[in-house]
């Protein structure tokens, strides 16, 4: 727990990022929350909020209060549930939350990188900062944190690493001579990339979201107060009723006078459309449109697009399942449930032996037999990233007796990574790249499915997704599926996972930083 700007480090060591999940899911950035609510348990709120937005983030979670004189932390690796008890959360009284669950997007695994992320100023009050995006700018930044003394550069010390460290660093700094709403509306503007952001002071909580608006944000009221939360479904959790979302460049303060709202630049929106196909809980609404309803629709407009004679449609779960069911209702094919997930396989600090790695995608999903058996399957899934789960999974199929399998896949094909906040594979590493990404689409797909075992491939069209929506294409963000970033990023050494732990290992500044290219030309061929 952290005490002002006293701290206990973590029991647990760091984890490996890729030990237990299966090798192409898209991983998903972190999840932010906040409350403002005198009389209310608001560290208990913002467990129950974490925990609705658990599946954004598993590496860390953290909570900060207060009660109106000091701050608090306490935070840890692991999930929600694992960082936190009765006996902690009894122990941390006060009337303002934030809290963050964390996927590292910039920096390692470490008990340093979790958040909230805490500093104090030089008067004496305390920030506490959680984050969920991806800055494009950090090695800008971090040189500017650096001028100040602000990033630790000891040779063997340990120091946090990620960009939301040297915001909140830059935040408390801009801070001494100024109040902590008027140094943000001094720093945000100064941000590039993707950031929803919520931050308290020892009275105030603060939530922000970057111009684009790229990651949802959204604001709820509470009989005695006010919630702030990366999606609508951990509002519907701690019973707040939706207000709205809170706009691109927009910076709201809550404190004891309301909720005063600033804009520190002109919107120019545009939304990760992976958050309606992956990222958020179908529960959750996103720019007036229900997550759910947008994956059934995409279903549909694929059976549509990629019809195929069939016996049974059935989801790879459970982010398939929404598009399965859609498709079914599309293709007039029977929806059955053909897999079996085992929901309590998740992150854990206890690594599998070979033997258990080598069962791979059994750990999590395994056949109904007497339901595949003779049939041809229409399998739907959300994705293909690198195509090892489901080179796993057709495989699987065959031997429950399958007797074939088309793959329908509720997203376009995946050929870009993501700088604001998705933690992709690399672009070589993209099955559609490597399996003919050079040829037409055709051969691509034809690659592809072969190259996972499919009987036939088909994915659902940019249009089709964009119409499904119910948004203009351009207020959305496609960059993983058509390369074209909204935001311009810098060199690619200055945007990498580890650009700070480069630059704290002392490479200088210069070599990472350069002219900012136009986004197209640092990932196209």
Known sequence: MTNDDQSVESPNSPVEPDADRPENEPREECGVFGVWAPGEDVAKLTYYGLYALQHRGQEAAGIAVSDGSQVLVFKDLGLVSQVFDEQTLAAMPGHVAVGHCRYSTTGAVTWENAQPIFRTTSVGTGIALGHNGNLVNTAELASRAREFGLINRMPGSVAATSDSDVMTALLAHAA???SIEQAAMELLPTL??????????????????????????????LDRGWVVASETAA????????????????????????????????????????????????????????????????????????????????????????????????????????????????????QPSQTIRQLGIRLKLNPLREVIRGKRLVVVDDSIVRGNTQRA????????????????IASPPVKWPCFYGIDFASRAELIANGAGGEGSV???VENVRRSIGADTLGYISIEGMIAATEQPRTRLCCACFDGEYPIPLPTEAAIGKNVLETILSGKSESQLLGDNANASALSRP
């Open 176 to 178: 001494t001579d100024k």
């Open 192 to 221: 590039r990339g993707a950031f929803c952001l919520t931050f308290m002071d020892e009275r105030t909580l603060y939530a922000a979201r970057d111009p684009h608006g790229v990651r949802p944000l959204c604001l709820g009221r």
């Open 235 to 350: 509002l519907d959790i701690v019973g707040a009723s939706f207000v709205r979302e809170i706009e691109p460049g927009e910076l709201l303060a809550i404190d004891a006078d309301g909720v005063r709202s600033s804009r520190f630049a002109n919107p120019e929106p545009k939304g990760c459309v992976f958050e309606y196909v992956y990222l958020a809980r179908p529960d959750s609404t996103i720019s007036g449109r229900s997550v759910h309803a947008t994956r059934v629709d995409i279903g549909r407009r694929l059976a549509g697009e990629h019809p195929v004679e069939a016996d049974l449609v059935i989801p790879v779960p459970e982010s398939g399942t929404p598009a399965a069911v859609g498709y079914a209702q599309g293709s007039g094919t029977p929806y059955g449930q053909g897999l079996m997930k085992n929901a309590y396989v998740g992150r854990t600090f206890i």
């Open 393 to 408: 999974l057709i495989r699987m199929l065959r031997e429950a007796g399958a007797l074939e399998i088309h793959v329908r």
């Open 442 to 444: 055709e051969e691509m």
